[in-house]
């Protein structure tokens, strides 16, 4: 009943913010006025709020980096951003909304896989740019026929690669013969990434004692962990979101579980470690896209910057990765001197050896990026860089 | 062996919270003879009650169980007066009207307390980390079977504050008063009895046990938003059906037999059939005992 409800406002508000699809047809419009339009739509509140939120400090430092340095040719970024709630639906109706009222000229976002893969059909049809910067599912990059999409693009590694990475690191540098899973059933990329981290571990001669799966919304996992531990498993692989794994771990410390959980760049969030999750995994690693205590030159200078704009607080990857989002899509505008939806396309396929924050970008013939992993180790709360895999 | 009873230890804990919950709407049932749909977001209430109150307590009790005490009678108390105050205004005026309209009022006020509670200014869309209220420690039983110092916890609050519950309906005026005015609300008032008051009392009653139960959730499960109190609100409903509604030691049982229940059905079967069971076990009760395991009309009805 209360979702039919949802539903139904859902589309009033579509119809009320005039954002329905078939109305636009004029892509680039924005490059005629005296500002360069982008998107970004982002969960700025709900489960995965911390996501959206330094994805958008990110962009937000990049945006005012560029205005402050007189735009681009003379013309003004103009962010416009929109909440996803962390809900499928409302990644959709973001994505309506910016490409047919706000004519942006190109896209940012999402953060979880599942909603940029739900979003990507309308930048599709509506052939606008979207570059995602932390969606790490193989297929996001995909469309429904398994061919290229034209429009898709992201600066992040992708599952399969990440799953070797931590497979390949509870093999060989924690020595663990036998692993369990436990995935959120519901997330696509928790399922692609557990896929990945099984196929490699049975690969390089590992046992999968157990696998269990979760919903994400779901608080109590205490009897999905309860069958693990009757396996004694050396290690947990658990590739979900940061809400949910800071509550698995907490459970698992209540039951007697004291091995080391391991996870994916879905953790990265200050929120991982708050209250009794933060005991609960001391010791833990997990896969990320940058280190902040990665000590390069660019590194260190985008920490400072980031940290003199929002009062000391310390960007995470999705931050970092934002921010490379936006700089790489004003380069291409500065470049080619165009800002229609077109021109960044062809920009965002040709991007090669961009210098990011989060590492050296080349946007390959999938539209992904191809870079090292870092894997980093809770150590009192806060993520300590362990090494680099490099792909 | 030991797996199962670890998965019946994880049940019952659970179950716990499910039965404070769903006192509160039987007894609710019991005076009024209405569902009280909102009980699901007053318990979400609670829960953020326990949040705030946490940062104030604790500096004046320091840490450990004073604090853990204050901030749940701070939850209780402060949804018991959510509570008298939704019955005062929304429900009262719409006494005389008939049920079906106080059933709707009551899924208005849930809605309004859900998306209230979203705004920026109030709580927020956004989880929030319930602060740790007791260290946490985990005891080894007999072949390998973990209890943690917060099951431990669930369990002693939510069994005292069935046992103080049983002695306030059973032993007390007002609970003498409760009882008549579950019989035959007409005759209670012809006999001297103020219905208004007992009416405000039991809401008190059952909104505060829904307080206590969330501050239980929360340090279970110490994640908190304004939609948290959905699910369990359907599922300590649902207890209360399997029970008896209407009847406390029903709603004790139903609460009991739905956590566990849902656990063993995690465990054993899959988690994604977890609702599907509890809501499927509804309409199970519905089809072959449509008054509930206890249910026997009118019997011990408060």
Redesign the interface.
Known sequence: MRYRLLALTAAVACVALGGCPGKNDKPGTAAEGNTIKIGHYASLSGKEATFGQQVDNGVKLAVDEINNGGGIGGKKVELITEDTQSQTQGAQNAVEKLIGKDEVSALIGEVASGRTMAAAPIAMREKTPMLTPASTREDVTKDENGNVAAYIFRICFIDPFQGTVMAKFAFESLNAKSVAVLKDNANPYSVGLAKAFVEKFKALGGTIVEEQDYEGGQNDFKAQLTAIKGKNPQAIFVPGYYTEVSLIATQARQLGLTVPLLGGDGWDSPSLTQGQAKAALEGCYFSNHYSEQDTSATVQDFIKRYKAKYNGESPGAMSALGYDAMMIIAKIIKDSGKSDRETIRAGLAALKNYKGVTGNITIDEHHNATKPAVVLQIKDGKFAYHSTVNP | M??FL??VI??LS?GAIYALIALGYTMIYGVLRFINFAHGDVFMVGAYIGFYAFPKLQPLLGDGYGTAVAVLLAAMIGCGLLGVTIERLAYRPLRSRPKLTVLITAIGIS?FLEYTG?LPVVF????K????LIP?T?Y?LFG?V?I?S??ILVFVVALALMAALRVVVLRTKIGTAMRAVSMNMNAASLMGININKVISFTFFLGSSLAGAGAVLYAI????I?PL?G?LPGLKAFVAAVLGGIGNIAGATLGGFLIGTA??????YI???Y?DAIVFGILILILILKPSGLLGKGGAEKV
């Open positions: 030991s797996e670890q998965q994880n049940g659970l809605l979203q927020g869309a956004d989880y980390t319930f602060p740790t946490e985990t080894t390998g973990s943690g917060t099951q279970s499960y110490p994640k938003n948290m959905i849902e656990t063993m059905t995690a465990g899959s988690p994604s977890r």
